[in-house]
């Protein structure tokens, strides 16, 4: 089954840019979303198809996908950003959604 | 306003039975793929099943043979019974669908228990 690796946790300091990345064989060739889980919340889409942004979400949060890593980039981060980051991808070989393993961002 | 609302979790012991539902409102449950994500206590997001919106389904591996995904159009909900309960089942379920890209729609999710 295709595996979506991230890092396990990122910190940040406030005002600064936390990059979380997301890495698989090939991941470029694939379209990839990222949601944003918040303690005790729901996920909630943050980036899909790569770079684009849902309505409501800040011009802080971007995303890219080339090669065997995707990134989601989050600039002038604020304490309001911590939360787990989870990437996703449709696995059109086994008809499945995979998602990645999750990093917790920490705004120190 | 696009909504959807889990009931149905709660507390079963290993090898029993248990049937989730999901009502939407705002949009049609048939005309959209619908999915069961699944997170276990203190762990990351997993897949459960989706449904297609022509009916066609499809099953994680580790759920293959115990749970199926259903709906009702004409009550605008979603379902996922779930039989041969394991321990490894205990999770919260979350029902999600696919109105534009991704997975855009998610409930506030249902705890279901498995313990003797």
């Known amino acids: 089954s295709y595996v979506l690796t991230q890092p396990p946790s990122v910190s940040v300091a406030p005002g600064q840019t936390a990059r979380i990345t997301c890495g698989a064989n090939?991941?470029?060739?694939?379209?990839i979303h990222w949601y944003q889980q918040k303690p005790g919340q729901a996920p909630g889409l943050v980036i899909y198809?790569?770079?684009d942004r849902p309505s409501g979400i800040p011009e802080r949060f971007s995303g890219s996908n080339s090669g065997n890593t995707a990134t989601l980039t989050i600039s002038r981060v604020e304490a309001g950003d911590e939360a787990d980051y989870y990437c996703?991808?449709?696995?059109?070989?086994?008809?499945?959604?995979?998602f990645g393993t999750g990093t917790t961002v920490t705004v120190l | 306003e696009v909504q959807l609302v889990e009931s149905g979790g709660g507390s079963v012991q290993p090898g029993g039975s248990l049937r989730l539902s999901c009502a939407a409102s705002?949009?049609?449950?048939?005309?959209?793929?619908m999915s069961w994500v699944r997170q276990a206590p203190g762990k990351g997001l997993e897949w459960v099943s989706v449904?297609?919106?022509?009916?066609?389904?499809q099953y994680a591996e580790s759920v293959k043979g115990r749970f199926t995904i259903s709906r009702d159009n004409s009550k605008n909900t979603l379902y996922l019974q779930m039989s041969s309960l394991r321990g490894e089942d205990m999770a919260v379920y979350y029902c999600t669908a696919s109105l534009m890209y991704g997975l855009d729609v998610w409930g506030q999710g249902t705890t279901v228990t498995v313990s003797s």
């Open positions: 705002g949009f049609d449950v048939g005309t959209n793929y």
């Open positions: 090939n991941i470029g060739s694939k379209s």
């Open positions: 449904i297609y919106n022509d009916g066609g389904t």
């Open positions: 198809y790569d770079r």
């Open positions: 996703q991808v449709w696995d059109s070989i086994n008809h499945n959604y995979v």
